[in-house]
Structure formats: C-alpha cells, structure tokens
C-alpha cells in the first residue's frame, strides 16, 4: 500500500519536474538586427530565430518605415533552420527608423507575437 501510494506521488509530481513539457509556447530567441540596434545603411532583409519550429505559411512579418509598410517578399524560413523566419527587402534599407511588427505560429500552433524597433544609419 505505501509502495503505491509512492509511486503515485512520484508520477504525479514528476512532470513539475521535467522542462518544456507542454506548457512552453515558441518565444522569441534572437532578431537580425537586434532589437533597438543601430545598423548601416543596405540592410536587406529581417530574421527572427524562435525556440522551437514556426510555419512561414501561418506567420507574418511587416517592417514599417515612416508608418508605412517596406516592399518585402512574404515570409519563407530559413532553409537550414526550420525555426528562423526571414523576410527579404525588395530594396535595401535607406537611413532612418524603422519598425518590426510579427506573428509567428508554432508547428504546434500556438499564435506568438511581438514588435521591436532598430534605427539604419547613413
């Protein structure tokens, strides 16, 4: 009976235990460029590295200049990694600020988003 009732508790108690068991959703691990970063002039396209997979189908990317949308491809992810999205400028970036608005769903899809700024220099 008390040996029962010890493995019940340990199953039960265990998955506290063990990380990213179900609960974890995809969050944002690094942005090229970094968010409130100063970068040179011809930038031409954004990443976003999540921490786990994202569907580029389901995901979205706009980067506003002066309040209104960039000229940019849709959304693809990075061939060599499947949990990066990139977003591909039909122009270089010109100087100024600029804004980075996303959503991106997880291949367990869990809907994420988020926003940032960077500033492009001359």
Do not use: C
């Not at 122009?91 to 991106?104: C, F, H, I, R, T």
Request: net charge positive.
């Amino acid at each position: 009976m008390i040996r029962a009732f010890i493995v019940a508790t340990l199953i039960a108690w265990l998955p506290g235990f063990m990380p990213g068991v179900a609960l974890a959703h995809s969050h944002l691990k690094k942005s090229v460029p970094e968010a409130g970063a100063t970068i040179a002039a011809g930038a031409s396209e954004v990443r976003l590295q999540f921490n786990e997979v994202v569907e580029p189908r389901f995901s979205r990317i706009t980067v506003e200049f002066k309040g209104r949308p960039v000229v940019s491809n849709p959304v693809a992810s990075d061939p060599g990694d499947k949990t990066t999205l990139i977003v591909k400028f039909a122009e270089p970036l010109q100087a100024g600020n600029y804004k980075v608005n996303w959503q991106a769903v997880s291949a367990d899809t869990h809907k994420v988003k988020g926003s940032f700024t960077f500033q492009v220099r001359p």
